[in-house]
């Protein structure tokens, strides 16, 4: 009711309006006071033993992902009803209020755990991060991953065509083919159901029992690979072939049956549309799942200490059980991650620049380049 001229009484929504605002504030600020709060007794608790308490000011952060959401909520509130600026600004203010306690809140419990298990961090700091003994330990653990990055190279060259060859054969059509299709499907289900290391348990010690004639001799040499590494890297190459072949045969069957329709249309037999027309777009779309593939078989590459191989990993654990340190395992991840990472970065800009030829039209382009080059019978 009017009090006097151009004098309302404000709508019971603006109250509710204003009073969800005030509340997401109220909230985010106790969250932030609540996270500061336990930092400065913490701070001043420094000396004493038993701080168990302290775990109380933990709580600011469900309160402060809580005042998030209530801001959040009353924000839209405002915005959908076409609310006051003020209060609107008022709603955006309290979710960043509630962001800085979260905030404080995760550096709070952080501060909290680190302070709490100091003493348990200045062993494993010196059992793990020993700087001396990953100096001492860096040249034998390099020369042994020289030895992991070599296998890995090699058996990815032979995956990449052996899981293409599995994949293909699961494609060939007819009764005739149909055999080569179910051992393809057995030998997939077979090695991708053991674990490697039973794998490289079975051919690395059981094939040289087994005395046949493709099977390498003890003074045999390939690549500078002795019997043993050459077992190894079959071994990763029989289980990770399986694992490539399904990655193929996925990004082949995603290729639209319009493609190869198109492609014998223009004269192509099955064989080579496959080959110029549907396997250039498979491969283009499996390179993420590809590269996650190649990461783990670079990783499992350390499995094969078990057979003997003296690759880094069978480095770092004969510095460690000699020097009674691990820093020389810590090293050796290390080198690992120091592959991985660029190997990650890559795969990201192979995808982006894949993206960027599909926007362009670039795979029209190709799949007509390649169909010409292959004798454009039209």
């Known amino acids: 009711m009017a009090n006097g001229i151009g004098d309302t009484a404000p709508s019971p929504d603006r109250t509710a309006r204003d009073r969800g605002a005030m509340t997401a504030m109220v909230v985010s600020g106790a969250s932030v006071a609540l996270a500061l709060a336990g930092g400065l007794v913490a701070a001043l608790r420094a000396s004493d033993t038993n701080n168990t308490f302290l775990l109380v000011f933990v709580l600011a952060f469900p309160l402060g992902v809580f005042a998030l959401?209530?801001?959040?909520?009353?924000?839209?509130?405002?915005v959908d009803r076409d609310g006051p600026d003020e209060d609107e600004q008022l709603a955006r203010l309290a979710r960043r209020v509630a962001v800085a306690g979260i905030v404080l809140s995760v550096l709070l419990a952080c501060g909290l755990g680190v302070w709490a298990a100091w003493t348990g961090l200045e062993d494993v700091q010196e059992i793990f991060f020993s700087l001396p003994d990953l100096g001492d330990s860096a040249g034998l653990v390099t020369d042994g991953f020289l030895l992991n990055v070599k296998i890995f190279v090699v058996?990815?060259?032979?995956?990449?065509?052996?899981?293409?060859?599995?994949?293909?054969?699961?494609?060939?059509?007819g009764r005739a083919a149909a055999p080569l299709r179910w051992l393809a499907v057995a030998y997939v289900d077979i090695f991708r159901g053991l674990p490697a290391i039973i794998t490289i348990y079975l051919v690395v010690f059981g094939l040289p029992l087994s005395r046949l004639p493709i099977v390498p001799g003890t003074d045999a040499s390939f690549l500078g690979f002795d019997q043993v590494e050459m077992l190894g890297v079959l071994a990763l190459v029989l289980v990770y072939g399986a694992y490539v072949a399904e990655v193929y045969r996925a990004g082949i069957e995603s290729v639209h049956w319009s493609q190869r329709a198109a492609a014998q249309g223009l004269g192509l037999s099955r064989g080579q549309a496959m080959r110029y027309v549907v396997v250039p777009q498979a491969l283009r779309r499996v390179v993420p799942p590809l590269m996650n593939d190649f990461i783990g078989l670079?990783?499992?590459?350390?499995?094969?200490?078990?057979?003997?191989?003296?690759?880094?990993f069978a480095a770092a654990?004969?510095?460690?059980?000699?020097?009674?340190?691990?820093?020389s395992v810590t090293g050796l991840g290390i080198c690992f991650v120091v592959i991985t990472i660029p190997m990650t970065r890559f795969t990201d800009y192979l995808v982006r620049r894949d993206q960027r030829r599909l926007r362009g039209g670039g795979v029209g382009a190709a799949v007509t380049d390649v169909v010409g080059a292959s004798g454009g019978r039209a």
């Open 69 to 78: 959401w209530f801001g959040r909520r009353a924000e839209t509130h405002i």
């Open 317 to 327: 654990s004969n510095y460690a059980n000699n020097n009674f340190n691990l820093s």
């Open 155 to 173: 058996a990815e060259v032979l995956v990449l065509v052996w899981g293409l060859v599995v994949a293909v054969t699961r494609e060939l059509p």
């Open 298 to 312: 670079q990783k499992d590459t350390a499995l094969l200490n078990i057979a003997g191989i003296f690759e880094g």
